[in-house]
Antibody
Framework: EVQLVQSGAEVKKPGASLKISCKPSGYSFTSYCIVWVRQTPGKGLEWMGTIYPGDSDTRYSPSFQGQVTISADKSISTAYLQWSSLKASDTALYYC??????????????WGQGTLVTVSS | QSALTQPASVSGSPGQSITISCTGT?????????VSWYQQHPGKAPKLMIY???NRPSGVSNRFSGSKSGNTASLAISGLQAEDEADYYCSSYTSSSTYVFGTGTKVTVL
């Protein structure tokens, strides 16, 4: 069974750093890209960026460029989303999902369960 | 990149058909046949319902269908059932090699 299992909920203070993870199973890690999506009550779903684990080639949404870092460790088949200095506005539910690596495959067919990040003083 | 525009809510009675629109621009919806649709029940992750405008993944009911005309894509649900009550989001590939989601539509089964 194909699954993307994400790390658990986090509560952090403003200014703290954070790295959340997404570990796929049931398929070859380098056959699919991993995308990260933010969900907030006010803005719905937002695509943050995509990484191809094979060579760590990464593309970011202009809205998130410089705000987060997407990475992957293919030795342990895990993708990451990290912040160096969290803000209250980063409070949201974050999903990872997969997309087949081919350029004509532009949909996200399997999603993780989501990681809730709460940033509060 | 602005979010694609969807109606905030659509409702229908069991057995009826409804349509959800998703309006973008020639740089996203209108420029590519790369529109997908996702269903999200409360507290659950999104689920792929339609890809490449009108294709259904294996296991998705044929009551769901997609289409596109110009800069507007549509998701139709026929024979509405209680289990269809959820939020629906469209998504499109863009000319900037990025992705954009729609604003989301809450479907209510009366």
């Amino acid at each position: 069974e194909v699954q993307l299992v994400q790390s658990g909920a986090e509560v952090k203070k403003p200014g703290a750093s954070l790295k959340i993870s997404c570990k796929p199973s049931g398929y070859s890690f380098t056959s699919y890209c991993i995308v990260w999506v933010r969900q907030t009550p006010g803005k719905g779903l937002e695509w943050m960026g995509t990484i191809y684990p094979g060579d760590s080639d990464t593309r970011y949404s202009p809205s998130f460029q410089g705000q987060v870092t997407i990475s992957a460790d293919k030795s342990i088949s895990t993708a990451y989303l990290q912040w160096s200095s969290l803000k209250a506005s980063d409070t949201a539910l974050y999903y990872c999902a997969r997309r087949w690596v081919g350029p004509s495959y532009n949909w996200f067919d399997t999603w993780g369960q989501g990681t809730l990040v709460t940033v509060s003083s | 990149q602005s979010a694609l525009t969807q109606p905030a809510s659509v409702s229908g009675s069991p057995g009826q058909s409804i349509t959800i629109s998703c309006t973008g621009t020639s740089s996203d919806v209108g420029g590519y046949n790369y529109v997908s649709w996702y269903q999200q029940h409360p507290g659950k992750a999104p689920k792929l319902m339609i890809y490449d405008v009108s294709n259904r993944p294996s296991g998705v009911s044929n009551r769901f269908s997609g289409s596109k005309s110009g800069n507007t894509a549509s998701l139709a649900i026929s024979g509405l059932q209680a289990e269809d009550e959820a939020d629906y989001y469209c998504s499109s590939y863009t000319s900037s090699s990025t992705y954009v989601f729609g604003t989301g539509t809450k479907v209510t089964v009366l």
